[in-house]
């Protein structure tokens, strides 16, 4: 069936560290694929999305292209900070439902 | 006001309880949505509803049991909870009806369930 595999944390990092959070779906067809963000206490956010292969989706430093020959959609961020700290969930939209991964916890200490 | 709002944040309750969870969103949007977030698990999909019509159950328990008033509100009432139904209980919203690959959710912050 479909699913959505990312890396298991918890992911610790110094400041101004390089980020890969790495996220490989199965799915029949082309889903869009998202990257949500989980801040302590709150629900999730969306961060960035991409809808066809070859899309990159940015925001807030982040990226992750959509690669459909590795079914993959790596998040990276080139120099993370104190406030990225929190857990990130991987998704697929197949146009059937949504299908997340289990989350990578971020740590990122000064 | 924030997109989905839940109340409450936290819910302690025993077996033999009855409560409800509430959810709104002030989006304006068509399709609402419960997950349950459990540690080290994928969000699991609970119930959708499109313009207030149950459209998905995903073969959830009969203590779970939605309801959809109106466009803008979710309840989940819960009656003779398990302690393993411990969890986030998270709501969200999307303007596109389930099913279009353009649809994007809106989450709530949640409700952390502790069943006793």
Redesign the interface.
Known sequence: GD??TQMEGPVTLSEEAFLTINCTYTATG???L?W?VQYP??????LL?A?KADDKGSNKGFEATYRKETTSFHLEKGSVQVSDSAVY?CAA??????????GTSLTVIP | ETGVTQTPRHLVMGMTNKKSLKCEQHLGHNAMYWYKQSAKKPLELMFVYSLEERVENNSVPSRFSPECPNSSHLFLHLHTLQPEDSALYLCASSQDPPGQLNEKLFFGSGTQLSVL
């Open positions: 699913s959505v082309y889903p869009s998202f949500y206490g709150e629900g999730l956010q969306l999305k809808t969930f939209n197949t146009g059937n439902q949504f299908y997340f991964g289990t």
